[in-house]
């Protein structure tokens, strides 16, 4: 597993255990683990519902309206 997370992020055994605590290696571990599981269950066809009114709200600051010329 760990030679897995050294390909995915394109670091040295030497950089992670110099510039990565045990907590943010198990972190991106986590992080790695939850997106592969995204991916999975999007090759199956599995898809995640968002509710309109989250998704509403999160695009509110990104869309910007212009009036006038």
């Known amino acids: 597993m760990f030679e897995f997370l050294l390909v995915e992020w394109h670091v040295t055994p030497d950089y992670i255990v110099v510039h990565w605590t ?20 999007a090759a199956r066809g599995e898809t995640e519902k ?4 989250v998704l509403f709200n999160n695009a509110s600051n990104l869309i910007e309206v212009k009036h006038g010329n």
């Open 22 to 41: 045990d907590e943010l290696l198990e972190l991106m571990a986590d992080k790695l683990r939850e997106r592969k599981e995204r991916e999975s269950r």
């Open 50 to 53: 968002v509710p309109d009114e």
